[in-house]
């Protein structure tokens, strides 16, 4: 009995305030930003699957992009750090694109993800989403991810 004391007053309550004050901290970061087209994954999916064209950006570093956890399929990377630079300097090529749906996608953490929604927005792309909760929520509903990086 002295050991399950020990554990949950020691253990168990400390990590469940954390994970409280994480939630309640990410809640009230979403809350500021204002209106953002968010997409759940299980919509996306839904998307893909339809065959609507769409072009879905993943806006982590390259590495990642390739590594280990993969990307959506059909995905193509831009680094977050490189978004601006990558639509000034390929204008031509992005024109095209305003009236496409963009989705935007990180891993968990949609400070960048959002940042790169916000460019997305400054450059008069009409129609960008950015993936609720990123790659992991995609990968915790048991979508299908690849490690094909030929979409670079």
Same mark, same amino acid.
């Given at each position: 009995?002295? #050991?399950?004391? @020990?554990?949950?007053?020691? @253990?168990?309550?400390?990590?469940? &305030?954390? #994970?409280?004050?994480?939630?309640?901290?990410?809640?009230?970061?979403?809350?500021r930003?204002? %209106?953002?087209? #968010?997409?759940?994954?299980?919509? *996306?999916?839904?998307?893909?699957?339809n065959?609507?064209?769409?072009?879905?950006?993943d806006?982590?570093?390259? /590495?990642?992009?390739?590594?280990?956890? !993969?990307?959506?399929?059909?995905?193509?990377?831009? %680094?977050?750090?490189?978004?601006?630079?990558?639509?000034?300097? +390929?204008?031509? $090529? &992005?024109?095209?694109?305003?009236?496409? %749906?963009?989705?935007?996608?990180? =891993?968990f =953490? =949609?400070?960048?993800?959002?940042? /790169?929604?916000?460019?997305?927005? +400054? #450059?008069?792309? $009409?129609?960008?989403y *950015? *993936?609720?909760? !990123?790659? /992991?929520?995609?990968?915790?509903?048991?979508?299908?991810?690849?490690?094909?990086? /030929?979409?670079?």
């Amino acid at each position: 009995m002295k #050991y399950f004391y @020990i554990v949950f007053n020691y @253990i168990f309550i400390p990590i469940l &305030f954390l #994970y409280a004050f994480y939630k309640v901290v990410r809640f009230i970061k979403r809350k500021r930003r204002g %209106p953002v087209n #968010y997409i759940k994954p299980h919509d *996306l999916k839904k998307r893909i699957d339809n065959g609507e064209d769409m072009l879905i950006v993943d806006t982590r570093k390259s /590495s990642d992009f390739k590594g280990m956890i !993969g990307h959506i399929e059909g995905a193509i990377n831009i %680094p977050y750090k490189e978004l601006e630079e990558t639509i000034l300097n +390929k204008m031509d $090529k &992005f024109q095209g694109l305003k009236d496409t %749906p963009i989705v935007v996608t990180i =891993d968990f =953490d =949609d400070e960048y993800g959002y940042l /790169s929604y916000i460019i997305f927005l +400054k #450059y008069g792309f $009409k129609q960008v989403y *950015l *993936l609720d909760n !990123g790659l /992991s929520a995609w990968i915790r509903e048991g979508f299908y991810v690849t490690k094909d990086a /030929s979409h670079e």
